[in-house]
């Protein structure tokens, strides 16, 4: 049965305003934002009386069966998360940090006090894929999801690869559009992606994996060298999430640059927009595509949460609770593109085969297989190295 809802909204930023707006648009839906909590006072485009600043006038309130949550601080998000479910509310989250790093306790706190936490647009704006895993690839035939699944790293690389700008001027372009941040290091050093893809992981494969235990490098470092080298081999670089399904009830994830080719359906995916490929045995390849940020968008994915939770819908964690379990698998191989200038930063690297190498006046190339454990152990170290590495895209099944 669908029951009215009444909202307590925390944040009006970005995605609170946007959801405000797609709300209006939406007369038919039996929905009314009650009472907006934010950090500081501030001339709104709302009247004043609809505003407070202490979380607990919303999540204490009797009236209001339904907390939205769409603020920017992930500390803060939990707390209000947490306290909102177990005062028995049910809550719409857009805050990918949060839910990738308390995943496990944001899925015990559901079961304890019976109520239902959503999320879809946390993880590729408005592109629906959260409830599709767990809903519609909900059988044993899926094999990987991969995906673009950040907008700001992918408007950067179109950037550099369509219109021959510079990595600093494609940087500054999208800071401008309000694409990327000030600190634009959650986008372009692949922490955004990985929160996303750990999302993602739950709902593909039943298994919470902790962000701190996978593989992330991001594009800031790559250089004209790395984009000539991809251009000559006709590829792209994109910033790719994946996790994918190995022999014996296996899976393995990462977040690496990539060189695409022409084959690839992510290889069109450009400027801010998302992509993810799904893949699975019987039906090979499928591929959503859409917006992956903005007010609006992103705003009609909390709409599309909000509509669930009128009509009851809980996430089942359908491949937690009735497949056997995946575990994450560090110790597959995949084969890297790795630049460097100094020969000595190749001490940090245990290649098991390489298979291309090149030195020049300047930068020099090794691609070649390595364990993603290893890779994971020196994975801070990557950062500050003067280096870029990619995956080839080679040795692994995608
Ligand atoms: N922007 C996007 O396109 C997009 C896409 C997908 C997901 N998301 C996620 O959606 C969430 C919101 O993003 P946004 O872009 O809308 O952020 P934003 O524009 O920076 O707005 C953040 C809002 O949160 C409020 N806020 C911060 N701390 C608070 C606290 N402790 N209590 C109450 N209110 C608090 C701020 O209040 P003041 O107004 O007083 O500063 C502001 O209204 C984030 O988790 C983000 O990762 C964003």
Do not use: W
């Not at 970005?14 to 839906?29: E, I, Y």
């Not at 594009?219 to 790395?226: G, L, Y």
């Amino acid at each position: 049965m669908k029951q009215k809802l009444t909202i307590g909204l925390f944040g009006f930023g970005v995605v609170g305003q946007g959801l405000h707006d797609v709300l209006k648009t939406s007369p038919a839906f039996d929905a009314e934002i009650a009472r907006i909590c934010v950090k500081s006072k501030k001339k709104r485009t709302l009247p004043e009386e609809m505003f407070c600043y202490n979380p607990d006038e919303i999540i204490n309130d009797p009236q209001i069966n339904t907390i939205v949550e769409l603020i920017d601080n992930a500390n803060d998000a939990y707390h209000i998360v947490k306290k909102a479910l177990q005062k028995g509310k049910n809550v719409v989250s857009a805050n990918k940090k949060m839910l990738a790093e308390n995943m496990a306790e944001m899925i015990q706190l559901q079961k304890e006090n019976n109520v239902s936490l959503l999320y879809e647009a946390s993880a590729c704006g408005s592109i629906p894929v959260i409830r599709n895993l767990e809903e519609y690839y909900d059988n044993d035939l899926l094999l990987s999801v991969t995906g673009i699944l950040n907008g700001s790293s992918n408007y950067i690389l179109s950037k550099i690869f369509d219109q021959n700008q510079s990595y600093t001027d494609a940087l500054k372009k999208a800071q401008e559009l309000g694409f990327a941040e000030s600190d634009p290091s959650f986008d372009v050093e692949g922490f955004d992606s990985l929160f996303k893809l750990i999302i993602l992981t739950t709902h593909s494969f039943g298994t919470i994996v902790n962000p701190n235990n996978v593989l992330t490098y991001g594009i800031s470092n790559i250089s004209d060298f790395d984009i000539q080298y991809a251009r000559e081999k006709g590829f792209k670089i994109k910033l790719v999430g994946q996790v994918e399904r190995l022999k014996d009830n296996k899976i393995t994830l990462f977040v690496l640059p990539r060189f695409v080719g022409k084959d690839k359906y992510i290889y069109s995916v450009e400027d801010e927009f998302n992509g993810v490929v799904v893949k699975g045995r019987a039906y090979d390849k499928q591929f959503m595509f859409g917006k992956g940020a903005g007010g609006h968008p992103t705003g009609s994915a909390v709409l599309s949460d909000i509509t669930a939770l009128a009509h009851n819908y809980k996430y089942e964690y359908k491949k937690m609770n009735f497949f056997d379990e995946f575990k994450y698998y560090k110790d597959d191989a995949i084969e890297i593109y790795l630049r460097y200038s100094d020969e000595a930063v190749l001490d940090h690297f245990n290649f098991n085969s390489v298979s291309e190498e090149y030195k020049g006046p300047k930068y020099n190339y090794k691609i070649g297989c390595i364990k993603l454990s290893h890779l994971i152990e020196i994975k801070e170290k990557l950062r500050q190295l003067d280096i870029f590495i990619a995956a080839t895209g080679r040795s692994l099944n995608y």
